[in-house]
Each structure stands twice: as C-alpha cells, then as structure tokens.
C-alpha cells in the first residue's frame, strides 16, 4: 500500500506559478513511478508529467511542456510539480500517483492515488 499526500495548490492569475509537492509514506517496496494526474470540472482526468523513481527519466503531456516540470527527493520521499506559465486551462484538481508498473508512460498502470489538491487559473 502508497500512501500519498499532495499540498501546494491555490488560485493564480495567467502567467503565475505554483509548486505542488507529493509526499509517500507507507510501503515497503518503492514504487517504480510516480505522477501528477489532473481533473478539470466535467472532464476526463488525464496524466500531466510522470517521472521513473530509480532515475531521471520523465514524461509529459504535450500541453504542459516547457511549463511544468516533474522531480523528486528521493531522501524525502516527495515528489514535486513546478508549474509555471499558467493558463486557465491547467484549473483541475491535480491528483499524485504511484505505479509500480514497469514502464512511467502507461498512465493507466498507476493504482495508487491522493486526495488531490485544486489549482485554479484565473484569466
């Protein structure tokens, strides 16, 4: 069992940025990936950036590259999504995840996830 808790979220103006962070607690195996997932109102939730916990390998959504950036601290076991550039289509709720499947780009095998945290982007 992953236990995950995100904190960062609020409300920016177009432009702004945010730093969400995820910390992971609980298992005894470290999870392969780690990922940020979010949910606009009346939307499907949809996979943001995902990164491989053993290294540096990420991945992104097309529409936050070169605006959001995915990283860790392994030491403190928190993962981070620096957003910059925001646009009020990024609104959602924005949910961390864990995988421990074998490859950071299946989105669909991250089983574990947190209570989210609501970013809102105002024009």
């Known amino acids: 069992q992953v236990h995950l808790v995100e904190s960062g979220g609020g409300s920016v103006q177009t432009g702004g940025s945010l730093r969400l962070s995820c910390a992971t607690f609980g298992y005894t195996y470290s999870p392969n990936c780690m990922g940020w997932f979010r949910q606009a109102p009346g939307k499907e939730r949809e996979g943001v950036a995902t990164?491989?916990?053993?290294?540096?390998?990420?991945y992104y959504a097309d529409s936050v590259k070169g605006r959001f950036t995915i990283s860790q601290d392994n030491a403190k076991n928190t993962v981070y999504l620096q957003m910059n550039s925001l646009k009020p289509e990024d609104t959602g709720m924005y949910y961390c995840?864990?995988?421990?499947?074998?490859?950071?780009?299946?989105?669909?095998?991250?089983?574990?996830w947190g209570q989210g945290t609501q970013v809102t982007v105002s024009s």
């Open positions: 990164i491989y916990t053993g290294g540096t390998n990420t």
């Open positions: 995840a864990a995988s421990y499947g074998r490859y950071c780009f299946r989105w669909a095998d991250f089983a574990f």
